[in-house]
């Protein structure tokens, strides 16, 4: 009598899965999660896309996000479509994209642009006929000492430049919140001691833009360690 071959089990198809998780999922442990697709979405949510083999498989994502600390959302299972497809492209590149530029370095880079632009501004104005008899007159009717001026614009440069190494260094949350208030404090003192001339307003308009930027990239900054 000839033997019944004995069946070879099949691999199960692999299903597709949404999982939905509260806060931005940071760069450094995209690696995490391989093989899915990393959607970061305007409502501060994270979506992991991708196929799943099995719930043993499933269980193991779940596990690394409770590792991470970060709140489930929801997990869905979804039709694996070309809708989707093209949804988990669009997310690819989406995250890549973001890679490419950490917050911090973002910041710290806008704060280099914006402290070469004071340091310009002053160097053109040692060129200004009179602008020592003019420094006298705003001293005077600021109510405070040249020498006492001279200590400000020095305090303000080197925080400009202290925040070029803070951006950088700084955890996640007092960072945003240093950068948000010394980026104000900043345009104040930039338009507070304005000068009529073209190239200050220019260099102060760029410099203004460029602490926008900074306050408004710190106060939208979200973070899995927030």
């Known amino acids: 009598m000839s033997e019944t071959p004995t069946p070879i089990k099949a691999h199960p198809e692999p299903e597709l899965y949404e999982i939905r998780v509260r806060g931005h999922l940071d760069v450094r442990w995209a690696n995490q999660f391989e093989g899915l697709t990393i959607t970061l979405e305007e409502n501060g949510d994270t979506l992991l896309t991708g196929p799943v083999i099995d719930q043993a498989a499933l269980h193991g994502l779940l596990k690394k996000v409770r590792d991470l600390g970060m709140p489930l959302v929801s997990v869905n299972q979804v039709q694996f479509d070309e809708t989707n497809q093209d949804h988990s492209k669009q ?12 917050t911090k370095v973002l910041l710290s880079t806008l704060w280099i642009v914006v402290m070469i632009n004071m340091l310009k501004a002053d160097i053109l104005s040692l060129f200004i006929p009179g602008v020592t008899d003019e ?6 009717s600021a109510g405070a000492s040249i020498p006492q001026l001279m200590l400000i614009g020095a305090v303000m440069g080197n925080l400009a430049i202290a925040m070029i190494i803070l951006s950088r260094v700084l955890k996640y949350g007092i960072n945003r919140w240093v950068n948000i208030i010394v980026g104000i404090f900043t345009i104040a003192y930039i338009w ?21 930027l900074i306050i408004g990239f710190a106060w939208t900054w979200r973070n899995v360690e927030a």
Do not use: Q, R
């Not at 997310?91 to 950490?102: A, F, L, V």
């Open 192 to 212: 507070g001691g304005a000068a009529s001339y073209p190239h200050y307003i220019f260099i102060a308009t760029v410099e203004t833009l460029c602490l926008l």
């Open 91 to 102: 997310g690819e590149t989406k995250m890549n994209s973001i890679k490419k530029i950490d």
């Open 135 to 140: 420094l006298a007159k705003f001293s005077a």
